[in-house]
């Protein structure tokens, strides 16, 4: 009896305990790598991070998007890619061309017409451009900018070209690309063909003191500049308006901000300086101004503006035709 046991229990040996471990830990990694996919492809679908634009690019690399329904944003960007990013103001919309003789006129170029003055802040225009206004600009150079922007703007003859890099705050690449498109329309023929790199985030990345020692600065567009940084300033997206904070564009923001005004008399107007914003930008100036709300000593109202308190109301109490109430 002791022997057929024996028999038996060779016949058939018991699964070593490990192995019940092993495809316990093999099914949890496959779990976990299941999650991080899924994970990686919803980052790739996201396409900006709403509300921190402090940060430098890059964030995340652009990645081919399957959207089930189009977004409002992703609907505009697909607006304006198909009615001007790929068609040249030419003469399909009823205007004549105009001719290499006007065009020449329109540059400037005409001998017997006398140079119009230029504005007096024209003059930081080669302020802005000059460390490379005896060397130029190469290719290269502009291809080694590639690391620090969010994209890259090519304009010939009128027709505007863009690569995407790395997504922007909100809807900054909308309207930046916006603004120079009217800038094409409006003075069509005027604007030469040009290569530029653009990063639209606000703080300023190429460093003064980084080139010091005689190699050119990288040529880097963007909306904000210092004196110790030499990023090439740009003009603001805000002009063409900014949805995400209910702001319009400026030509129908003024009209507004003019009505507000003219609600209360100047004599019945408030007696203080008033400012109004968000000072956790990492801008000292900012921050000492905060040190001045004093309506007693210093006559001065100074308000810090809650964005996400703000988001919440729906913007109501941000409304730039409500707050002329100052002198």
Known sequence: MAKKQAWV???????????????VALSFLSLIALLIYKLDNFASQTKTIVGHNLEPTPWHIFQ????????????????????????RYAATDGVDQPSEENLAKRRGLDSTRTPPNCPNFYKFIYRDLEP??????????????????????????????VDLYYACVQS????????????????????????????CMDKPTIDKNGVENGSLPLPLFR?????????????DWSFWGWSEV?????????????????????????????????????????ME????????????????????EEEKAGYEHSKLSNQCNHR
Not at 78 to 87: A, F, R
Not at 136 to 158: L, M, P, Y
Not at 290 to 301: A, V
Request: glycine letters at 2%; a positive charge; one cysteine or more.
């Open 132 to 161: 490379w206004f005896k060397t130029r600009i190469s290719i290269d150079r502009i291809i080694q900018t590639k690391e620090h922007a969010a994209f890259r703007i090519v304009i010939v003859q009128g027709k505007l070209f």
């Open 246 to 286: 209910n702001i319009q564009p400026w030509d129908e923001q003024f009209k507004e901000i003019k009505q507000g005004s003219q609600a209360q008399t100047w004599a019945k107007k408030i007696t203080r300086a008033y400012w109004k914003g968000n000072p956790d930008v990492e801008s000292p100036i900012r």
């Open 172 to 199: 900054r690449l909308m309207f930046t690309l916006w603004g120079i498109l009217q800038l094409l329309k409006k003075y069509r023929g005027m604007v030469p063909d040009v290569d530029i790199m653009f990063d």
């Open 289 to 308: 101004l905060m040190q001045c709300n004093d309506s007693n000593s210093w006559d001065t109202e100074i308000i810090r503006q809650n964005w996400t």
């Open 9 to 23: 229990h060779s016949s058939h040996p018991r699964s070593p305990s490990y192995i019940f471990f092993n495809v």
């Open 223 to 235: 909306y904000c500049t210092t004196e110790a940084h030499l990023d090439i300033p740009f003009p």
């Open 64 to 87: 081919p998007k399957n959207f089930t329904e189009e977004s409002r944003h992703a609907r505009d960007y697909k607006i304006i890619q198909c009615s001007y990013l790929t068609c």
